[in-house]
Structure formats: structure tokens, C-alpha cells
Nanobody, 125 residues
Framework: QVQLVESGGGLVQAGGSLRLSCAASGRTFRINSYGMGWFRQAPGKEREFVVAISRSGGTTVYADSVKGRFTISRDNAKNTVYLQMNSLKPEDTAIYYC????????????????WGQGTQVTVSS
């Protein structure tokens, strides 16, 4: 059974930083076979794309709203993906989800087959 487990969320003041982790588990599930992405969903809003990374890590795609502030990385040996979030703003408040795509990487949530349960990020002003 495939599991993606996010951690690292919390409450932070505007301008602060958080580092999210997404650890994958499953007897044969290795993230190096998947493109990985982070999405977020704020209350009353649709799930939105944040960032994606290719299988090798050589290609990344960021939403304009987080470009220059967030950095995605992956450690295939640890079967883990990270999201470093700096200069956080109140509008970054949301539940953050990591996801795995067999198609490589995608900005569309429909391209992802596996999802974590999410971790709450709250940025106070």
C-alpha cells in the first residue's frame, strides 16, 4: 500500500520559514519512479498547484505566487520530497498536500495518482 505522509506544517509569523517533508512508504513504492508535486487548499478555495519536480529532480515548475520564496527538492535515497518555504505570507495559509505522478510531473492535480493526507500551514500577520 502506497502512503505519502506530510509533516512540518505549523503556525508561523509572516516573513518566517517552514520546511515541509513528504515521506513515501510502501513495499515497492520508490519516488524515483514518480514526478512529485505540492498542492495547497485554503478554506473555501479550490486546490491549487504550488510546485512540481521531475523524477530526477532536474526540472522544477513553480506557481508564480511562490516563485523565489519556495524551493522543492527530493532525496530519492530517502524516498522523501521537501518543500522549503521562506518569506511566508498570510495568503500562504492552507493545507499542503504532496502527490506522486506516474506521468513525470504536472501542474494539474488530475495528473497525480497518490496523495498524502495534508499538513496545515498557518501564517499569521
Amino acid at each position: 500500500q502506497v502512503q505519502l505522509v506530510e509533516s512540518g506544517g505549523g503556525l508561523v509569523q509572516a516573513g518566517g520559514s517552514l520546511r515541509l517533508s513528504c515521506a513515501a512508504s510502501g513495499r515497492t513504492f520508490r519516488i524515483n519512479s514518480y514526478g512529485m508535486g505540492w498542492f495547497r487548499q485554503a478554506p473555501g478555495k479550490e486546490r491549487e498547484f504550488v510546485v512540481a519536480i521531475s523524477r530526477s529532480g532536474g526540472t522544477t515548475v513553480y506557481a508564480d505566487s511562490v516563485k523565489g520564496r519556495f524551493t522543492i527538492s527530493r532525496d530519492n535515497a530517502k524516498n522523501t520530497v521537501y518543500l522549503q518555504m521562506n518569506s511566508l505570507k498570510p495568503e500562504d495559509t492552507a493545507i499542503y498536500y504532496c502527490a506522486a505522478s506516474v506521468r513525470g510531473y504536472s501542474t494539474n492535480y488530475e495528473g497525480y495518482a497518490y496523495w498524502g493526507q495534508g499538513t496545515q500551514v498557518t501564517v499569521s500577520s
